[in-house]
Nanobody, 123 residues
Framework: QVQLVESGGGLVQPGGSLRLTCVAS????????MGWYRQAPGKQRELVAA??????????DSVKGRFTISRISRDNAKNTVALQMNSLKPEDTAVYYC??????????????WGQGTQVTVSS
């Protein structure tokens, strides 16, 4: 079993910053990629940023230059990824979900989601 736990959401004014973290733990053999998605009310869930095991990162056009994704820990017991969000805009308001694409300890591929954390950008 794999668990993803997000933290760091909250309320921030336009132009402010927030840092989200996600810890993946459990029956993990290796992680191929981790990423952040978001879903605003009435909209589909969309990819915000992702980072692969070799350190390659990908960003949605709407967040390029403002958001940075990074791997904090590669320890097999706890894999941690962070999303630094700067120059936040009201349109960044959404529930942010962590996602991991991995192999479990049975060497089976898995895709796992966190429970989500609310980010609200408002004055």
């Amino acid at each position: 079993q794999v668990q993803l736990v997000e933290s760091g959401g909250g309320l921030v004014q336009p132009g402010g910053s927030l840092r989200l973290t996600c810890v993946a733990s459990g029956s993990i053999f290796s992680i191929r990629a981790m990423g952040w998605y978001r879903q605003a009310p009435g909209k589909q869930r969309e990819l915000v940023a992702a980072i692969t095991s070799d350190g390659s990162s990908h960003y949605a056009d709407s967040v390029k230059g403002r958001f940075t994704i990074s791997r904090i820990s590669r320890d097999n017991a706890k894999n941690t990824v962070a999303l630094q969000m700067n120059s936040l805009k009201p349109e960044d308001t959404a529930v942010y979900y962590c996602n991991a694409d991995l192999f479990d300890t049975n060497y089976d591929p898995m895709n796992s989601w966190g429970q989500g954390t609310q980010v609200t950008v408002s004055s």
